[in-house]
């Protein structure tokens, strides 16, 4: 058994089982439960156990439920109904602009009394560069974090997969590079001027990867994750219309995806998130620009993990770092996380087919359904 | 989703025809593509797209469509699809599309209903799935669709009513695959060479066009001697440089020594947006004067989806000249679509009685 705990972890009384792994719990910098608000999708119950089961103990959720999480008084509740009914420590991100329409800031101050780890305006558009500017400065006052998650709209609009060959082949509309490097650029530059400090989740393209290698060596306070779908699907998924591929940020080219895989060696990209979003079957049940994007990722991701260190991408210590003790650090709960502590154990080699049964998920939309998968979280050892 | 396993062989000769003729990712997208639209024996009973079919399957559906016309070459009736019911839903208007398909269902004795979806459940904000169902339970044997969304007819024969033919009249900025097959009728009984000979040339929106798309496919397959696309790059979609075809941005030295001219129509929006200045420029720089045609092989046709923009994309001393085949075009479309209706039918009939749905 490779014992991959830290040393300041407790060690689990267990018997040590060979060519297992013994992991720290799985730190989600993204994953959505959809509650409140969306309970048709998944609840913090199901969501909740789902990520338990994979292993993931902490997971960090955007506002962009309904209501909005702009209101420190809800964050309490939210997280105590996640820990009772799903089993699971919630770490919220408030809203950075009212309603998250971009136009003022939220109640941050309230939001950071009611304990949001950071503010983020998930993925919605500024109304323009001065509001995204002051609302950096409003959040820095209070010494909170933001998160983004760049995308320029008016360069992205109506686009539903990466703008290239197989997107014009089945005549979907494309997104370009550049409504992620655009935005990138622009939110380093206010991060530079505002001195705040700031997490960018769910980069896609190249260009991005050495915009971030620029700000890490210009010191900027910044950090970055990528999903672990795009390290191991492309735009190619999107064969014949699958709509269980259609997932924004798109899958990108495999120029792309060769490029997220470099820097998270060289550790340009600090982390790995699930992006997890279930979603109904009547989602994905129609024409491909017409179903809802979104991938349920929980399921999967211990495999995929698996499936980077056979491919030696990454040693099993460098998993553990992006995808537990980097995701701690970034979402600033490192002490509670440590407190709490608990244990995996991971059969990197069990192989297992991905079907509606064996998903513990609510949502079953995965482009990997059916697919014969190698590694899973075969126990958990929390309190 | 409906299993349409097809005989390995078949599969494996459609692919290696495929790969002779397209780079090895076309033809894995084209051969997945087109899976569905096929049954056990190789024919269709569904018609989705081009893309995927072998010259042989383009052949027989011309050579389908020209036993539609008589000595004379006029139109003739002929009963194939009697007792059967024709749905045609229009998600977004059309009118030559529309009617031709009606022409062509009542030529072959079919029940035709026109189903005006924009007015009926779709904006009560039923689901498609639930419309097709409902549809489907009201004894229809073909649906004719034309959809916004890209994908959609191929989501109707794969997710929603397999065992009801689907043909595909257009979706989103996918494919037009009867248009693109009537301008192969075309240009079989219009152009001055056969198939092999030809330089063909599409000028015009290529990005949001479905018709390129098809007509691409369908030139390629017929083994064209060369496709030229001529537009301004704001008009061509990412990639092109993989479709096979020769990319010119200067119309005048593209149209030299070419036998077809194919204009595609720019739609009104896109005029005054960021994709191109004012019309009067791009009739300048793009539009098919007499003097380009000029340019061309002097027995050159000159076609057209429709509809036209006069003095935006053609002039129309050339749409009503002697080398215009645009009106034809209507007529064989009368003639394809009888074809492809007639051929799907018999397609899904065929598979149905293997699976014993009869």
């Not at chain 1, 919605?124 to 709209?153: H, I, M, Q, S, W």
């Not at chain 1, 360069?155 to 409504?179: D, R």
């Not at chain 1, 400090?197 to 260009?207: D, E, G, I, M, Y």
């Not at chain 2, 030559?96 to 398909?101: A, H, K, L, V």
């Amino acid at each position: 058994m490779l014992n991959l705990l830290p040393k300041d972890f407790t060690q689990p009384h267990i018997e040590p089982k060979k060519d297992h792994w013994l992991l720290p719990p799985l730190v989600d910098l993204c994953a959505r439960l959809r509650e409140p608000g969306l309970q048709q999708h998944g609840t913090l119950q199901s969501e909740g156990h789902a990520a338990r089961a994979n292993g993931f103990l902490h997971v960090v959720t955007p506002p962009d439920t309904n209501p909005i999480l702009e209101n420190g008084s809800l964050l309490k509740g939210l997280r105590e109904r996640a820990k009772q009914d799903g089993g699971i420590y919630l770490h919220i991100l408030g809203a950075l602009t009212a309603e998250l329409k971009g136009e003022r800031p939220a109640n941050v101050a309230g939001l950071k009394k009611g304990g949001c780890i950071a503010v983020t305006n998930a993925g919605r558009p500024f109304a323009n560069d001065l509001v995204l500017l002051r609302t950096l400065e409003y959040a820095a006052t209070f010494g909170l974090k933001v998160f983004f998650y760049p995308n320029e709209p008016s360069l992205s609009a109506g686009g539903v997969a990466h703008e290239g060959y197989i997107a014009s082949f089945h005549g979907l509309q494309g997104i370009p590079w550049l409504a992620e490097t655009v935005a990138l650029s622009t939110q380093l530059l206010m991060v530079e001027e505002t001195g705040i400090a700031a997490h960018f989740s769910q980069l896609t393209c190249k260009s991005s990867i050495g915009l971030m290698r620029w700000a890490k060596s210009q010191g900027l306070p910044v950090t970055c994750d990528v999903a672990m779908h795009q390290l191991h699907l492309t735009d190619d998924n999107l064969e014949g219309f699958n709509a269980q591929a259609y997932v924004i940020p798109p899958l990108r080219s495999n120029t792309d995806q060769k490029a997220l895989i470099k820097g998270l060696k060289d550790g340009t990209i600090d982390a790995i998130c699930s992006h997890h979003e279930p979603l109904n079957d009547t989602a994905k049940q129609a024409p491909f620009a017409e179903s809802t994007p979104g991938i349920s990722n929980f399921d999967t991701f211990m495999a995929l993990a698996c499936k980077l260190v056979r491919d030696d991408v990454l040693t099993p210590e460098e998993l553990v770092e992006k995808i537990c003790l980097a995701p701690a650090r970034i979402a600033g709960i490192e002490t509670q996380y440590k407190q709490i502590g608990g244990a995996i154990l991971v059969d990197p080699n069990q192989q297992w087919q991905v079907t509606r049964d064996t998903m513990l998920s609510k949502g079953k939309n995965t482009p990997f359904l059916n697919h014969t998968l190698q590694g899973k979280v075969v126990e958990t050892y929390f309190d | 989703m409906t299993d349409s396993t097809q005989n390995p062989e078949t599969v494996a000769q459609e692919q290696s025809a495929q790969s002779d003729i397209f780079d090895s990712t076309t033809a894995r997208l084209n051969a997945s593509l087109s899976k569905p639209q096929l049954n056990e024996d190789g024919h269709i009973r569904h018609f989705l797209g081009i893309e995927g079919l072998s010259r042989e399957q383009l052949k027989a559906i011309i050579a389908k469509a020209e036993s539609f016309f008589d000595a004379n070459g006029q139109l003739i009736n002929s009963p194939e699809l009697e007792g059967c019911t024709v749905m045609n839903l229009f998600f977004e208007p059309s009118t030559r599309t529309r009617t031709t398909f009606e022409v062509a269902e009542k030529r072959l004795g079919a029940n035709v209903l026109n189903i005006d979806i924009a007015r009926s459940s779709t904006q009560k904000g039923e689901s498609l799935r639930d419309t097709l169902w409902n549809l489907q339970a009201m004894t229809a044997d073909i649906f004719v669709v034309r959809h916004s969304a890209s994908g959609a007819a191929h989501f109707m024969a794969t997710e929603v009513t397999p065992e009801i033919a689907i043909i595909n009249g257009g979706d989103g900025w996918h494919a037009h695959p009867t248009q693109g097959m009537l301008d192969m009728l075309t240009i079989h009984r219009e152009a001055p060479r056969p198939f092999e000979e030809l330089t063909v040339a599409i000028i015009g929106d290529i990005k949001h066009s479905r018709v390129a798309r098809s007509d691409i496919a369908a030139l390629k397959i017929l083994g064209v001697k060369e496709i030229r696309v001529i537009a301004p790059r704001t008009l061509l979609p990412k990639g092109i440089e993989r479709y096979g075809v020769e990319v010119y941005e200067n119309i005048d030295e593209s149209v030299v020594d070419c036998d077809v001219l194919m204009g595609l129509r720019i739609q009104n929006e896109r005029i005054g947006s960021p994709l191109m200045a004012a019309s009067g420029e791009y009739f300048k720089k793009y539009g098919i004067t007499p003097e380009r045609v000029a340019k061309a092989k002097p027995d050159a046709i000159v076609m057209h989806p429709g509809p036209m923009n006069r003095g935006v994309e053609i002039a129309s001393s050339v749409a009503d000249g002697p080398q215009s085949v645009i009106l034809k075009q209507v007529n064989n479309g009368i003639a394809i679509r009888m074809a492809v209706l007639s051929m799907a039918m018999q397609g899904q009939r065929e598979y149905q009685a293997l699976h014993g749905l009869l």
